[in-house]
């Protein structure tokens, strides 16, 4: 990277923390902004292994006067997001969403020229592409700890850098916006950065259609038109019309495993409200087209449509703004509770809405106005194929065990016995014999329980809307083919002739290691056939089998069911989707989307593919259009290469190894996890866990139960808060003594530099376990000890997990044959270097917070307790991907 592109990003922080420091002198006087200075200059030299500034500056902490400890928190939080806004805009100026290597940054005209290259012809580089499948899925899985108000000012602050660096010969245009950026960080800094509530699942589901809205709108388009100029370069022809390569689906308002807040109601007001906020964008865009589009010349068949006005393209238009805008009408309508009486039919279908539009098209290019015909018209014919009328699909997701209650208190109901006591053989026959039947099973007047009311009710939303809207049901802690038919039989008696596509969910080790077997005896069943056609989706967890196994184990599994699902999909003709379960984090599945990608089993990517985008990671890749555009061409890129050259299959000394090592990691990991009688009060006490469930990060609890061990955790909090001390124990613990075994071997470390050289799944996980060894911190980690814990045996183990950590960069920097960590990833390094003197006061702040708010049994001062929360914003902004 050039020293140039440094400097850019260098100076934009300096410009953002310059002036953060002017608002604070103003707010607070220059006496504490010296206060703020003297513990960033402490934190800088303890970074330059200074022990004795270290030891200087967690006194300098501890000695803050209270009345200073919320605004200290403050200003690095705040430098830490504006940290975050300057490597933001630096990413989407230089196209650089993601971290790569040199050499390695994903290129969608160098892929097409690749693929022309290995013999594909131009025409299968446009039919693939017409083809594809890709749905990113947009979850509120709770990490994004930054509330909508700031995240408006933070985009605006942005914009003024752009001004600023496009101004650089207009002075009167860059004084206007270095006025406006000072306007700006100044609201920042007196806005409450924390919420003081929990959004609800509609709040989540806005702010999912607010990145819509302010972003993907725009980015679209601008996806399509790069794609169609490289196809017209390589192939001659554009992508067809109403082709959309890449989607988008939503889990919120949709989710309700484990989130109680989530009901039948609020599935119905978010479904409502995407078809409201869609008419709504598309009203603007009509209204566009129907001033822009003034041409008299029109082919036969407009002619027809709108007889003799002389402006036939505005005469369309204005029918078409007409049931647009009464769409939108009858939406918030809905929404307000209020009756709806119009005499103008809504929009309920995507065609509804193209096919007049695709007649405008049409009509211009046979007239010869192609060039008006590929402007503004085209956009929002590719806003149509991608958006719909809906803007996303909704996916519904609920936990097996909910749908086996509604059968358990239905067969009681019937006189039938109990379904939870039947085996797995007696609930398939049940099951496949009623999906048969043509009765209804369900008792009209049935006096059943609220939660499986709940469970109807979902199903009778579903049953209203239409097919359009709505995407997967997905079957969480699935585990058995039953499962699968009890959704299947509920539609069916609730939800009247619209079949969804059934996804279970495996996410523990026990869970993969059966899905191919499942998904077998699934395809094997002539009823389910009948009923699922020629297509099954199967999605993979990542993030609680990770918890469940450790990472390595987790990662080999996942590799091996994909590839048993692969198999088994192809031996019954069925065309399988995978759909990955990734969070932002290594120990979630996270990492660059291109390299995770490419590393799947060969086969398991084929033009098809739905995976999730979680919490803050939706804003880092779509919360603007350069960066939404770059990130839709990384996906484009990588399935694209996935399926038309696909990596090829692993060595079989390869896949020994990996069960080799997957099985010395797992038995460490449950080791110290599972059965360290110490580990889960260590947990406990050094980690920030128990203040977790106060921050108001989602709609969803922390826990899926309230009392229990790790088990019961999430693996978000389980993950955020092992981060919070830079240990980040969830993503490595396992894979040393895994790696150091082998090493000692003879050979051993030959065959893992052969692998990581050769097969992408093995070097896509080193580079991952790199990058977050990068961010641990065995010292922090270590103050966050001495501060809270007390007990001899609890610190002994906290000694030995920082020790393995040391391990294990040790044996990792021998397989990368490296002397430090991120040689080959200057920026993400760079990134982690300035802002971890900004990072370690507010750990410092953490610590002694948690020690004060244990202290006084949890009931500090609402100020502390607001700093408390401050400070795990800070840090999770500081270390971006944090659960």
Request: hydrophobic residues 40%.
């Amino acid at each position: 990277m050039s020293h140039d592109l440094h400097e850019s990003l260098r100076d934009n922080v300096r410009i953002l923390g310059d002036s953060l420091g002017r608002t604070i002198a103003d707010d607070l006087g220059d006496g504490f902004v010296d206060k703020i200075e003297t513990i960033r200059g402490l934190a800088k030299r303890g970074r330059q292994d200074d022990s004795e500034s270290r030891r200087e500056l967690i006194e300098y902490l501890r000695a803050l006067p209270e009345k200073d400890l919320l605004p200290v928190t403050r200003a690095f939080n705040q430098f830490l997001n504006f940290s975050n806004i300057a490597e933001q805009h630096y990413r989407a100026r230089f196209r650089r969403v993601e971290d790569y290597k040199p050499g390695t940054q994903p290129d969608l005209g160098e892929l097409l020229e690749r693929i022309r290259g290995a013999g594909h012809a131009p025409r299968k580089l446009v039919e693939t592409l017409a083809a594809m499948r890709v749905e990113l899925v947009l979850t509120a899985h709770p990490t994004e700890v930054i509330r909508r108000t700031l995240i408006r000012k933070y985009d605006a602050i942005d914009e003024c850098l752009t001004t600023m660096e496009g101004a650089t010969e207009r002075e009167e245009i860059a004084a206007r916006a270095r006025g406006r950026l000072e306007e700006l960080i100044s609201q920042a800094w007196h806005t409450d950065e924390i919420r003081h509530e929990r959004p609800t699942p509609v709040d989540e589901a806005k702010w999912g259609f607010a990145v819509i809205e302010n972003s993907l709108w725009q980015a679209v388009p601008d996806f399509h038109r790069e794609l169609d100029d490289l196809l017209l370069a390589s192939a001659g022809e554009r992508l067809p019309l109403d082709a959309a390569p890449l989607r988008f689906a939503s889990w919120m308002g949709g989710d309700r495993d484990g989130n109680p807040n989530v009901t039948a109601r609020v599935t119905e007001e978010v479904l409502l409200l995407g078809r409201w906020m869609a008419a709504d964008l598309y009203a603007r865009d009509l209204l566009r087209l129907k001033s822009e589009l003034s041409m008299w010349k029109a082919n036969g068949a407009l002619r027809a449509e709108v007889g003799s006005d002389p402006e036939p393209y505005r005469a369309l238009l204005k029918r078409l703004l007409a049931r647009v805008e009464a769409t939108r009408d009858w939406a918030k309508a809905r929404l307000d509770g209020r009756p709806f009486d119009s005499n103008v039919a809504i929009i309920e279908t995507r065609d509804q809405l193209y096919a007049p539009l695709l007649s405008c098209y049409r009509s211009l290019c046979d007239v010869g106005l192609d060039t008006i015909a590929n402007g503004a018209l085209l956009d929002t014919l590719r806003r149509v194929a991608v958006f719909g009328v809906s803007l996303t699909k909704l996916d519904i997701r609920q936990e097996a065990g909910r749908h086996a209650q509604v059968f358990d208190e239905l067969s009681d109901c019937l006189g039938l016995g109990h379904y939870r006591e039947w085996d797995e053989a007696q609930r398939q026959d049940f099951l496949l014999e009623e999906l048969e039947s043509p009765r209804p099973l369900i008792p009209r007047r049935w006096d059943c329980s609220a939660e499986t009311r709940e469970v109807i009710d979902t199903f009778r939303v579903i049953a209203r809307e239409h097919r359009e809207a709505l995407g997967t049901y997905v079957i969480s802690m699935a585990g058995q083919p039953s499962d699968v038919l009890a959704v299947a039989l509920l539609m069916k008696e609730v939800g009247g002739d619209l079949h969804l596509p059934i996804a279970p969910l495996f996410e523990t080790l026990d869970d993969l290691n059966r899905a191919g077997d499942v998904i077998e005896r699934l395809l094997s069943l002539p009823g389910y056939r009948r009923m699922a056609g020629d297509g099954q989706e199967v999605m993979i967890g990542y993030s609680d089998s990770a918890k469940d196994a450790g990472q390595l184990a987790a990662a080999w599994a996942q590799y091996r069911a994909q590839e048993q699902l692969v198999g088994i999909c192809r031996k019954h003709d069925v065309a399988l989707t995978l759909f990955h379960g990734r969070g932002g984090t290594v120990g979630r599945g996270g990492g660059p989307a291109h390299a995770a990608i490419l590393s799947q089993p060969p086969g398991s990517v084929n033009g098809s593919l739905r995976v999730t985008e979680q919490g803050e990671m939706i804003r880092f890749k779509f919360g603007q259009p350069d960066i939404a555009l770059r990130s839709m061409e990384i996906y484009a890129c990588a399935v694209l290469e996935a399926t038309l050259l696909p990596p090829p299959d692993p060595e079989p000394v390869w896949r020994e190894e990996m069960d080799r090592l997957s099985d010395i990691a797992h038995r460490a990991y449950v080791g110290v996890v599972r059965e360290d009688p110490d580990f889960v009060p260590y947990f406990r006490s050094v980690t920030p866990e128990s203040a977790l469930g106060r921050l108001p990060l989602g709609s969803r609890p922390a826990k899926r139960r309230q009392e229990g061990g790790v088990e019961s955790l999430r693996a978000i909090p389980w993950i955020f808060a092992w981060t919070q001390t830079r240990l980040m124990l969830p993503a490595w613990l396992g894979s040393g003594e895994a790696f150091a075994t082998r090493l000692d071997e003879p050979g051993g470390r030959e065959r893992l530099r052969d692998m990581r050289a050769r097969w992408p799944f093995f070097g896509t996980y080193l580079d991952m376990l790199e990058m977050l060894l990068a961010k641990a911190d065995p010292d922090i980690a270590a103050y966050y000890e001495r501060r809270l814990v007390d007990e001899p045996a609890l610190q002994a183990l906290g000694k030995s997990l920082r020790e393995r950590l040391s391990r294990l960069e040790t044996v990792l920097l021998d397989i990368l044959d490296q002397d430090t960590l991120l040689e080959h990833t200057p920026l993400i390094r760079q990134a982690i270097e300035v802002r971890n003197p900004y990072i370690d006061p507010l750990h410092g702040l953490q610590a002694e917070l948690l020690q004060r708010n244990r202290d006084a049994d949890g009931a500090i001062s609402p100020e502390l307790s607001r700093a408390l929360m401050v400070t795990m914003a800070g840090i999770a902004a500081g270390l971006r991907n944090t659960g």
